[in-house]
């Protein structure tokens, strides 16, 4: 039976030189084993060889190291890659619902302003319509729509904060022009002489405007309207105002004149006693008087007249829109 060659590697390190030249000049241990009843064997290790199989060794080890350093470096990499680009991602899609967000929140406030500003609108218009309608009831004092279009710029997530900006002072101006208005309207609408001058459904014994003479015969003009109630029924200012006379007056026996804001005043006559002075500021609501029967009347009334400048006016109107 033949025995395998010995590996190179093994025969450099344990084998012969080949020839007595390499012998001489190699460097090599010789290691002498012995044992009783058998022949002795010489075990001889070549020290060059085993340095080139050490430095063979230790560079396979090396390069082992190299590759193993390279691919924990890779893998590192690579996963600090990964991670950066999740970092990246989950930013850019913060960034992006942040945008949205913006956006959204954007839009919202520019419906906010545009419905605001819409209302200011129909608030101006509520009030240039009580307008008009005040003037076909009453002598004293532009509701126009226009048609849509032009140039108009989209809200952009760029131009939004200086378009919301922008509506705001549009709005706060149109504030600004339109609480004068309604302060003027609401100062007007106090002042405006409405409603009765007495309370409960008092019976108008005398209209405004021509009758019989009641103390003798002809026609006469009657400026007032009459109201049936006993002496010592309240009498009410019918409008904000201040007392312009409170006292006897021809014809009108004991009466109390109002003087009211643009334009307007308003007189209560053949009163039994007046409750306010000239001078005094009255509210609408307020009693200024109890009624009687002074001066030229032939029962017990309250004789209201109603004054736009130097004119009279039919006090029927303002009764009617007391409300």
């Given amino acids: 039976m033949r025995l395998p060659k010995r590996p190179a590697l093994l025969a450099a390190l344990f084998g012969k030189p080949a020839n007595a030249r390499a012998a001489a000049s190699s460097r090599h241990v010789q290691i002498l084993i012995t044992r009783p009843g058998h022949p002795a064997h010489t075990l001889r290790i070549d020290l060059d060889a085993l340095r080139r199989a050490a430095l063979w060794i230790a560079a396979g080890v090396l390069l082992w190291l190299a590759v193993t350093l390279y691919m924990t470096w890779s893998q590192w990499s690579s996963a600090e890659a990964r991670q950066r680009a999740n970092r990246l991602a989950a930013q850019a899609q913060a960034v992006q619902s942040a945008n949205a967000r913006l956006q959204a929140e954007n839009g919202a406030m520019a419906n906010t302003l545009l419905a605001l500003k819409q209302r200011v609108d129909g608030l101006a218009s509520t009030m240039r319509g009580f307008v008009q309608t005040r003037e076909r009831q009453f002598p004293v004092e532009d509701n126009q729509r226009a048609n849509q279009g032009g140039i108009a710029m989209p809200l952009t997530l760029g131009n939004a904060p200086a378009m919301a900006h922008d509506e705001a002072e549009v709005i706060a101006e149109r504030l600004r022009l339109l609480l004068p ?45 009459d109201f049936g109630v006993n002496v010592g029924t309240p009498v009410h200012a019918t409008g904000n105002g201040v007392v312009e006379s409170a006292g006897w007056k021809a014809g009108y026996g004991n009466c109390v004149v109002i003087d009211h804001p643009f334009g307007y005043r308003s007189l209560f006559g053949h009163l039994s006693q007046t409750l306010v002075k000239p001078g005094e500021v009255v509210q609408r609501g307020q009693r200024i008087a109890l009624s009687g029967n002074s001066g030229r009347s032939t029962g017990p009334h309250l004789h209201y007249t109603l004054f736009y400048g130097d004119k009279t006016l039919d006090p029927a109107t303002y009764l009617l829109a007391q409300r």
């Fill in 181 to 225: 208005q309604a302060q003027h309207l609401a100062a007007f609408e106090a002042a405006r002489p409405m409603g009765e001058p007495v309370a409960g459904s008092a019976e108008i014994t005398s209209d405004y405007g021509l009758r019989p003479n009641p103390l003798g015969g002809g026609v006469e003009f009657h400026n007032g309207i």
